[in-house]
């Protein structure tokens, strides 16, 4: 998922990957929703929100949307900068890693602050959403750098305009088999479902377990981060069985 | 390109939005105090091409009789985040309030665990202005207004 980037990734690559952070993200904007009455996976209805505070005069709200949407601008930037300045075989991994690394640690610390700190005042509010929506950034840069923007994960304004297209294509015969058009289709499909279930579990959940549903927003990110780390785990133990048969067949042939 | 300016832009909004912030006053601030209610009104309604009228003390009273609403008079909002209803000078219920979103939800707590969501429509030194939906009879948004009282005028009253 994290290991392969731009057009080296496969089909099946993208879609682990867009079906286990939209899931992430769909969980993180219901809770959003719930506790701050604020979305933090998408910015579309901030710029709406920002405009109209604007409109009535209301400088303190537009004051506070504008850093809400600079933090997810801020989140992406830090993402592909990230990504572009580490993009070496060797440390790919670690580069693609980091922006889910930071994102955890942005997750935990708004559950772990809800958990103990929280008084609920309009300040603590305020940055919190800020935290939730960099982290959101940052996902999102991560997902829709490393896969040539073919998978986003924060928002479903795109992801339902492709949608659409690409139903009307199928209206027409022959791009009904069209092998890419298919794939497109159920990756778009599999973000779109992902996000909704995402959304769904956080809230069932936080009504049973509160805070803790951070937890397990964290807890899918790591399955993002551990099952590419086990792959990695699982190459070098083969190259190195490989180079040290290798070894050993030389050494062979030698004697002989 | 040049990407100076651009920058410079981006820094300068991001500036003068932390100015605004720390010099504007907010809406958790502004909401403290005393609060007399002068209107309840339908604003907008599902049928016909009525945008809004007057709600009558017997439809107020059907209201507040069927949701979790107070009929108070009115609203005093402490910094300690507790909020008093009052009527005719008497404290009706005390309950704890705070302001979520960017500053445009009221959330009030009843000790019986019940919590109200009111949207804020405005607030300013003078009036403050909230929202709730109500699908009474008619459906559609009941909005409050209130009027502030001022401190000393207050303090006679009592």
Redesign the interface.
Known sequence: MLRKYSNYRSFSDNLKLGALTAFSAGMVNVISVIV???FTSNVTGHYA?LAQ?IAKGN??????????I?LFFAGNFTSNCLIIHNNTPTGRYMAHAIPVFLEMACLMFVGIYLQYFY?????E??FLVAALLFAMGLQNGLTASISNSKVKTTHLTGLTTDLGVVFSMFTKKEFRNDKKLIQKTQLLLGIMFSYMGGGIVSGLLYYRVGNATFIVIGLVLGVVLLYDYSKLQVTRFVQRRRSSFQRRYSLYDKKA | MRLGPIYLFFALLIVASGWLLLDQESPESLILGEWEEVAWKYEKLDHGDMMGFDIDKLQKQEICKNIIIHEAETWRFNPDGTLSFLDENEIKENLKWNIKGRGHILELHHKNNIVEDYQVVEVTEDELVVQFNSDLQVRGIVKMTFKRIPKKQYAQKI
């Open positions: 701050f009455f604020a929100i505070e400088w303190y709200q537009g004051a506070i949307v504008l850093i809400w600079f008084t609920e005042s309009l300040k509010t305020e």
